[in-house]
């Protein structure tokens, strides 16, 4: 069975999911748009960044947060001025790390969806009076529903297993930035491979089931993608 | 034809591309049908979306009866979502997540309700669609959906009506399932027409002022009788090169199978139109290559449509042919003759002869 210790791991880390999600879709919405429709040159360096922790490995992404976030980084003096502390080893640096880390899984999807939609239904809805936010909301929202289902799908699922940054930028403090992967790390650290099967079995049927929506129970999220 | 005197549209634009530059200093009459006739390439889209804003000519003034819509002097630029028109897109381009109705709603939701002239049923009723209300987008036919997006326009009570080869995007029995439906908007509505188009069909079906365009230019724009018969115009040469009669019916020769139509260049005799009642105007094409010319009145020819003219003007066209441009009763046609028959007969301005008309289409 697992333990008390198991149960805030994985209530902790829907909470990181979920409010990295959150998050991500506030800005990754703009953002998405932004790179769908600007026609600024360098526009393909922000591309790149946002794509980069697609091939970065984890440990790398979390080196470098800890460094910019730590008590001698920009970042770090900056939170400290401003009276927040330093973030690592706080739960808002896990989720600051957790949106950078998760970006790509939800602007890709977006960016898809509103390329998709191209440029003709909103010169259509401005030959019929709406103005660009009235556009926004009452066109491309609707018309972009499956990307932003699958934004929201990826965004979620890859934050839930995500590892390494946490092990750099979060330790390892139960109840602040003790996710379900470092507490299975525990488990088989201390040898106890049954309470690890728990966690991991049930991540593993979570995953499954997240892609068996994403693939088979809704195919018009893949169409519009 | 009429003409009018202030007219209202003052389209100059000025807009450069990396391969290609439009330059347009036009005066429209803000009634009846404009068409934009040209090439693919020469600029006529680009022209009808400069007028509604979706895009921005660098050098532009454009004014609309007495509304400045762009002024790049003083830096004004009306916003496409303020411009009174309403536009069709070469493909229907519908909202793919609204129903028929929501489509048409969309726009007329957003003027407002003192601008709103057309009533969804009338709307419904002009392109024929009042059974496709509840339908998906995904569920109507290319034809339907292109009449779906026309009642969409109209739905806004537009000032102006801008159309972008509504027609090239589907086959021919589709085409000539929507050409009666515009005929009609150009006979029931007020709303004065841009219409851009590369098929000379249409050309002659639906337009009163023409507008021909090359390579971003302006190479003729006058009313519609008037351009078809320059013979300074390529289109005169062409083998497609016709006249637009306007005639009125005056009167049935039933026992023959034939309709009576008068104009002031005389009377024709066209296929029976039992349909159709006296008084009523019709338009009519006839194509150059369709007359031919005689000195004397013919005495027995099994043409029935011979009608004294007068030469106005000739010119030399391709591969041994003369262009004649001729005046009934001030009504200009033109006609195709060889050079050999032209020298043989002395064709030369001012000329009394008898065009014989060999056939005419009822437009």
Known sequence: ?225 | MKTDHQDPILARFQLSFPDFTLETDLQLPARGVTVLFGPSGCGKTTLLRCIAGLERASQGLLQVRETVWQDSERRYFLPPYQRPVGYVFQEPSLFEHLSVRGNLEFGQKRIPARERRIALEQALELLGIEHLLERMPQHLSGGEKQRVAIARALAVSPQLLLMDEPLAALDLPRRQEILPFLARLHQELEIPMLYVTHSPQEVTRLGDHLVMLEQGRVVASGDLQETLTRLDLPVAQSRQASTVLSVTVCGHETAYGLTEACFNGGRMLLPLREAIDTGTVLRLRIYARDVSLTLQQPQQTSILNVLPATITRTVAGEEGQTIVQLSLGGTRLLAHVTRKSADVLGLQPGLPVFAQIKATAIL
Do not use: C
């Open chain 1, 1 to 225: 069975m697992p333990t008390d210790a198991d149960l805030v791991a994985v209530l902790l880390t829907l909470k990181l999911a979920g409010l990295t999600t959150l998050i991500l879709l506030l800005l990754g919405t703009p953002l998405a748009w932004w790179l769908t429709h600007s026609h600024w040159r360098g526009k393909s360096v922000i591309n790149a960044l946002v794509a980069l922790p697609l091939v970065l490995p984890p440990a790398v992404l979390g080196f470098y947060l800890l460094v910019l976030m730590g008590p001698h980084g920009p970042v770090g003096q900056f939170t400290r001025a401003i009276g927040l502390g330093t973030l690592p080893f706080t739960f808002s640096g896990l989720v600051v790390a957790s949106v950078l880390y998760s970006l790509p899984f939800v602007v890709q999807p977006l960016q898809n969806a509103f390329e998709a939609i191209g440029t003709r239904p909103l010169e259509v809805a401005a030959t019929l009076r709406a103005r660009r936010l009235d556009t926004f909301f009452s066109v491309v929202l609707p018309l972009a529903r499956p990307g932003f289902l699958t934004a929201t799908i990826l965004g979620f699922a890859h934050t839930l297993g995500e590892f390494g940054v946490v092990l750099m930028v979060g330790g390892n403090i139960p109840g602040r930035t003790q996710v379900i992967s470092m507490q299975i790390l525990n488990h088989v650290e201390a040898g106890e491979y049954l309470r690890a099967h728990w966690l991991a079995a049930g991540m593993l049927v979570f995953s499954f089931v997240v892609l068996l929506v994403l693939y088979g129970f809704a195919p018009h999220a893949r169409s519009r993608r």
